[in-house]
């Protein structure tokens, strides 16, 4: 079997990004979750990287023509889904930002309230 350099490359990165998602997991950057997800991601592709020939095994399993005609699919549901959860965590922060904010401005208020009463009898 003669191994290719993007065989190499492949194999490399992919342990690479194993270690990095595991490390970014022991730092509490990433939940149990998506390290799993993640781990999979990267065996998979150490896996094709390895034996190239997987993915028509994977496309004729799923009635897609070609094996790079399955990697471009899932890929593109792949980085479809990144993007809605991108999304929806932007949409969380906003809503945690514009409450942060309100209460900042209420506790401003009450604090500014407060010292002009303090001066006034003063």
């Known amino acids: ?3 290719h350099i993007y065989q190499i490359f492949g194999i490399v990165i992919g342990i690479i990004a194993i270690v990095l998602s595991m490390l970014r997991f022991r730092e509490g950057k990433m939940s149990l979750s998506m390290l799993v997800l993640w781990i999979f991601i990267w065996i998979m592709i150490i896996g094709i ?3 190239p020939e997987l993915t028509n095994l994977f496309a004729s399993v799923t009635g897609i023509g070609r094996g790079l005609d399955f990697i471009l699919i899932i890929g593109l549901i792949g980085c479809y889904y990144l993007i809605f959860k991108m999304y929806t965590m ?3 922060m906003e809503k945690e930002i514009t409450k942060l904010v309100r209460e900042i ?3 401003k208020e009450t604090t500014h ?3 002009n009463i303090k001066n006034k009898s003063n």
């Open 113 to 115: 309230k407060k010292e």
């Open 49 to 51: 990287s390895i034996n």
């Open 1 to 3: 079997m003669e191994i």
């Open 90 to 92: 932007i949409e969380n």
């Open 105 to 107: 401005a209420l506790q």
